[in-house]
């Protein structure tokens, strides 16, 4: 990981002037046991006594503009819930001024490899994923709302219009999923046997729409 910030700002009182926050070659795997318990939930139970600091230190600031990942890979194991979800080699870019209250996020991510199990189910197997949108972001109401979008999976395309606002205790969400006229091919390709082979010499009819 590699941080690049105004020195100055350290002497401040206005919040850390971060401009780029970069990760890359991370590896994350978040397991969640039958009972419940978390494997990232490591800290000790403090035990002495709490003083009302928090009333009298400055709130921690942060003006990052831009943050990009490279071969980020994560994996998501609730055993409790009986779901898995893990996602491999994956690459993002978002860059937009977050020192104001309304910005535009233009955001970009790509990863090979995207698998969502549910019990026994697979209902996504190392699918090819990619993200390419701008959100118009309302950081003081925690409110962000879809322009220009489109996002893949394998070989089928849409976009989403609407919004998503988040709340004290959960989502708020008006979203609209659209995609153009799709082939039985597109719908064909998330079989993972059948796009990793030969996929782009396969001939189909028939089409359908999603909304």
Known sequence: ASVALDLFSLFGSSG???SKISLSDAYVHAIVLENGKVNWDIMKPDTTAKKAEAETTTPFKMKLKQLTADNINIIYDD??????????????????DLTTDLTTLKIKAQSEALTFKMGAIPYIKNAVVSADMDLDADLVHNKYTFRE???????IKTNVNGWVA???NGMDMD?????????FKEILSLVPAIYAKDFESIKTSGAVSLS
Request: proline share 0%; with cysteine; charged share 20%.
């Open 16 to 18: 850390y002037d971060i």
């Open 79 to 96: 055993r409790q819930g009986k779901m898995y979800a893990s996602i491999d080699h994956t690459n993002a870019e978002c860059s937009g």
């Open 149 to 155: 979008n489109e996002f893949q999976l394998n070989a």
């Open 166 to 168: 988040l709340l004290e």
């Open 175 to 183: 979203l609209k999923l659209n995609t153009n006229e799709v082939g």
